[in-house]
């Protein structure tokens, strides 16, 4: 199973976990982290993963996201394929950013997609069949391979 998680995602365990919404995301991101670094999953990076993450203002999350992502097994950078696969979800209707992490994850071959971005969800799920792979939110996607 190859897993692109995006930065909403990777940011889950330092957000206000007195919200019970993100202590559970944080859980589940924990959990996949933790299977990824076991080599039963393979993580998927990206440089806009790097690129999010260089913009983060906060100095010490900006170490501590550069560091995780850095656990990564796979690393995808920019490419014709990731332009054109960019360009056909900017069409779609995602913003910039979010055609561009699709694209890699589409070139990366991922098998899912996770985020925590209700906005991101949404719109995948209107364009599900255009898009080559799951994208999920990590606790409903992690439950799916749970039962399997």
């Known amino acids: 199973m190859r897993l692109y998680l995006d930065v909403c995602c990777l940011n889950r365990p330092f957000d206000d976990q007195s919200v019970v919404r993100n ?48 656990e990564a097994h796979e690393f995808i950078g920019l490419s014709a394929a990731v332009e054109k696969h960019g360009r056909h979800f900017k069409e779609s209707g995602f913003h910039r ?11 990366g071959r ?21 898009i080559p792979f799951i994208v999920g939110n990590p606790i409903s996607w992690l439950l799916k391979e749970e039962i399997k």
Do not use: M, N
């Not at 589940?28 to 999010?52: N, P």
């Not at 950013?97 to 070139?107: E, F, N, P, S």
């Not at 991922?110 to 255009?130: G, H, V």
């Open 23 to 70: 202590r559970l995301e944080a859980e589940a991101v924990f959990l996949i982290i933790r299977r990824c670094r076991g080599q039963i999953w393979t993580w998927l990076s990206s440089s806009a993963i790097d690129y999010e993450i260089r913009r983060a203002p906060d100095l010490q999350r900006r170490a501590l996201l550069t560091a995780l992502s850095c």
């Open 110 to 130: 991922a098998d899912a997609f996770l985020t925590t971005d209700d906005r991101l969800l949404r719109r995948a799920e209107k364009f599900r069949l255009e």
């Open 97 to 107: 950013l979010d055609a561009l992490h699709l694209a890699l994850a589409a070139v």
